[in-house]
């Protein structure tokens, strides 16, 4: 079955530490990829996007990711996290050669950054 | 910026009642997505709608979930009799064409006693 791991549950980090969260997903098809950020009491929101091209992915706030087809990852990454970064971050991916149109989402990784 | 909307935000109803979730997805945007979170538990997929129709379900999504989209604006979740198990935040998404990023609503915490 499709599914997508998120292997930080909770992290703690103080600020301008470096971020890296990982995102792995079972699908051998094409695949589009996302990282959504949700600020407490607020909605889900896109952070960024991959469908082709560069495997390097550039988004709001700072926020990079990495797609490595070989091993089935899309992490998100960040030199140096602030405090207003506190929120949980969700992995979703899209596996669109199979012509569906839903989400698979990973189970989010809670990120705190202590002032 | 245009957003997803989404009311209640909180619904409390007791087991057995129907109740209907509302959403209004950005005015232009042609495909419509329901999903849900139990707590504790991962962001599921149930239902996407285009063009008056389910286009694609879950399996979580029986025949005690309906979807509607009753006028141009709105797009309703209904759950005919509800069970503890549907206890969950249950999120509206839309999105312009078919493949392209979803965007999703606050969510309406249904609460089943």
């Known amino acids: 079955a499709q599914s997508v791991s998120q292997h930080n549950h909770h992290v703690i980090l103080s600020e301008a530490a470096s971020l890296e969260l990982g995102c792995n997903y079972s699908?051998?098809?094409?695949?589009?990829l996302f990282w959504y950020v949700q600020y407490p009491g607020q909605h889900l929101q896109l952070l960024l996007k991959?469908?082709?091209?560069?495997?390097l992915v550039k988004g709001i706030k700072g926020f990079e990711a990495e797609f490595i087809k070989s091993k089935f990852s899309f992490n998100l990454r960040k030199p140096s996290v602030q405090w207003s970064d506190t929120a949980e971050y969700f992995c979703?991916?899209?596996?669109?050669?199979?012509?569906?149109?839903?989400?698979?989402f990973g189970t989010g990784t809670r990120l705190k950054v202590l002032a | 910026e245009p957003e997803v909307t989404q009311t209640p935000s909180h619904q409390v109803t007791q087991m057995g009642q129907e109740v209907i979730l509302r959403c209004v997805p950005i005015?232009?945007?042609?495909?419509f997505y329901w999903y849900r979170q139990i707590l504790g538990q991962k962001v599921e997929f149930l239902v996407s709608?285009?063009?008056?129709?389910?286009?694609?379900k879950s399996e979580i999504f029986d025949d005690q979930f309906s979807v509607e989209r009753p006028d141009g604006s709105n797009f309703t979740l209904k759950i005919r009799s509800t069970k503890l198990e549907d206890s969950a935040m249950y999120f509206c998404?839309?999105?312009?064409?078919?493949?392209?990023?979803?965007?999703f609503g606050p969510g309406t915490r249904l609460t089943v006693t």
């Open positions: 998404a839309s999105s312009p064409f078919y493949g392209y990023e979803q965007y």
């Open positions: 699908y051998g098809g094409t695949v589009n």
């Open positions: 991959y469908f082709s091209g560069d495997p």
């Open positions: 979703a991916v899209n596996p669109s050669t199979s012509g569906t149109y839903k989400y698979i």
């Open positions: 005015s232009n945007h042609l495909y």
């Open positions: 709608f285009y063009n008056n129709e389910i286009s694609e």
